[in-house]
Nanobody, 119 residues
Framework: VQLVESGGGLMQPGGSLRLSCAAC????????MSWLRQAPGKDLEWVSG????????YYTEPVRGRFTISRDNAKNTLYLQMNLLRPEDTAVYYC?????????????RGQGTQVTVSP
C-alpha cells in the first residue's frame, strides 16, 4: 500500500489549497478514504471521510462548509479542496485508507503534506 500526498504549502488566511493523494497497492475503489491532520503539539485529528463511490462525505465541524473531500476512482486519487483557510488549519495533512467517520478505523497513512496558514 502506498499513499502519497501533495499540494501543501504556505497560504495566507482566507486562501485556498487543493491537496491530492495518489494511491496504489490496494483496491482504491473498494475502500473508504479519509483525511487526517496533526497540528504542532496536538494529537492526530480526523478531518473528513468519503464513501467508496464518493456519494457520501463527512466532515469535522471546524472545516464543514470550507473543505470538500472528493475522489477520482479512475485515477486512484483522493482530493481535499480547502477554502477560507485559517491559521488553525496549520498542520501536516495525511490521507488514509478507511476512516469514513471519526470513529472508524484507519489502516494505512501517507507521509503527509505540510499546510501552513499565516499572514
Amino acid at each position: 500500500v502506498q499513499l502519497v500526498e501533495s499540494g501543501g504549502g504556505l497560504m495566507q488566511p482566507g486562501g485556498s489549497l487543493r491537496l491530492s493523494c495518489a494511491a496504489c497497492g490496494f483496491m482504491f475503489d473498494d475502500s473508504t478514504m479519509s483525511w487526517l491532520r496533526q497540528a504542532p503539539g496536538k494529537d492526530l485529528e480526523w478531518v473528513s471521510g468519503i464513501t467508496r463511490s464518493g456519494g457520501g462525505t463527512y466532515y469535522t465541524e471546524p472545516v464543514r462548509g470550507r473543505f470538500t473531500i472528493s475522489r477520482d476512482n479512475a485515477k486512484n486519487t483522493l482530493y481535499l479542496q480547502m477554502n477560507l483557510l485559517r491559521p488553525e488549519d496549520t498542520a501536516v495533512y495525511y490521507c488514509s485508507q478507511g476512516g469514513l467517520l471519526k470513529s472508524s478505523a484507519t489502516y494505512h497513512r501517507g507521509q503527509g503534506t505540510q499546510v501552513t496558514v499565516s499572514p
